[in-house]
């Protein structure tokens, strides 16, 4: 029997003076899988750049206007964190949204928001610099990896934050921070971000080496220049932010998901099938699609498109994770679910996270033939994959989980669809508009 969490989870939010529901209803994704895909399917904008430029408006009391925003559950999750800072938001359609902080009347992200989305942390550096003291819920652990935050901690206590960790939440203080040189100690793309965040506001020149250069950084990097931040070095490793007293707001269209097109242009591979992915940057996608070149794919490629042409035979091909411009460990799963469909055998290394082959034994339930050992997985393809009830660990799991059900025969359950939903929108009507079977169970 299938015990589901079908009760919401409401709380309190003093800014909003109402209860707020902070968790949402549990569904099922029900694929029929064997269906090639066919047609065309236009992706969002990027979660990963939507949720920082979202942190971004509490930089300033002017309007911030966000477009081409993702209509997936983690936004949401970074409005409420919004909302209970007092930040006032209007939907102006079902991608454009319209916000004001004002003076933020919370300092507060809590641990009910945070422990479903990590990247509430991003609240903390803009909220240091502009209000002065920010209290945000220590993230702990999740499903991938331990994922500290230690190089965030690290270079705000640089910029001249008093950084306590108090009751499981980090409180910072600073009257005005001021500029330094910090180098990372590791590649961390939302620890870049948050210093970002955090210095544009600072006094005087602040360097940030050995920075995130992954697309998402610079987007929001142009995004403060908008707002009347001066960063210099966008797209490099070495950012130079000269601080500004104050921003102002701005009307900015986030970049598109290069997640969400990989994810679909796998779709299309592992169905043999033929699609184009429209409304995406392939320079952004640049390692995983010269991979997939090498593994055999028939690939086509636009200013904003990718076309999928039938790819019949596919080979195993290596992979390793890597900081961008490397493959990203964001399509590691799919990549790997596409690898079971391959001939011959594919390793695979994870470099980033040390916990992210959880879909392997889902995978296997399907009948794929890999061996996970630490940071390499062994996938050996082809294999014939066969529809079974399987679980959803994270989002890129689920997205792999989901990739392989389209190819499976039969039926495919997969359970825990939220954490799919955090990431990719209207996926039914996506897929659907593509041919495929699957519907949401509740
Ligand atoms: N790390 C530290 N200390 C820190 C920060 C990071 O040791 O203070 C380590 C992490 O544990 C990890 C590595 O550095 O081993 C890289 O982590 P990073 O900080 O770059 O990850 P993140 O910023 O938390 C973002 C994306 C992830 C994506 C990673 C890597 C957002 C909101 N999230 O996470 O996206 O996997 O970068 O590219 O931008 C996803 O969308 O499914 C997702 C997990």
Known sequence: ??????????????????????????????????????GDVFIGGAKNAALPALAAALLTEEEVVLR???????????????EYLGVKNERINESTIRLKAGTPTGDTAPYELVKQMRASVLVLGPLTARHGEA????????????????????????????????????????????????????????????LLMAAVLADGETI????AIEPEVGDLAVMLNAMGAKIEGIGTNTLKITGVERLKGADY????????AGTYIVAGLITKGEITV???????????LDKLTEAGAELEEGKDYVHVKPSPKLRGADIKTSPYPGFATDLQAQYMALMTQAEGVSVITETIFENRYMHVPELLRLGANIAADGHTAVVKGPTRLVGANVMATDLRASA?????????????????LYHLDRGYEKICRKLGGLGANLKRIN
Do not use: W
């Open 1 to 38: 029997m299938d015990i589901m969490v079908n009760a919401n989870y409401v709380m309190y939010n003093q800014a909003q003076g109402k209860e707020v529901v902070l968790a949402e209803m549990v569904e099922k994704l029900e694929i029929k899988g064997g269906i090639p895909l066919i």
């Open 68 to 82: 081409n925003l993702p209509a997936v559950r983690d936004v949401r999750t970074m409005l409420k964190v919004l």
């Open 135 to 194: 209290r945000v819920s220590l993230p702990g652990g999740c499903a991938i990896g331990v994922r500290p935050i230690n190089l965030h901690l690290d270079g705000l206590t640089k910029l001249g934050a008093q950084v306590d960790i108090d009751h499981g939440y980090v409180h910072t203080r600073a009257k005005r921070l001021k500029g330094t040189e910090f180098t990372f100690a590791g590649v961390t793309v939302t620890g870049t971000e948050n």
């Open 208 to 211: 940030l080496n050995n920075c």
């Open 253 to 260: 269209s986030i970049i598109p998901d290069r997640i969400e």
């Open 278 to 288: 429209r409304n995406c940057r392939p320079e952004h996608l640049r390692s995983f």
């Open 400 to 416: 792999s989980l989901m990739v392989a059900g389209l190819a499976a025969d039969n039926t495919t359950v997969v359970r825990r």
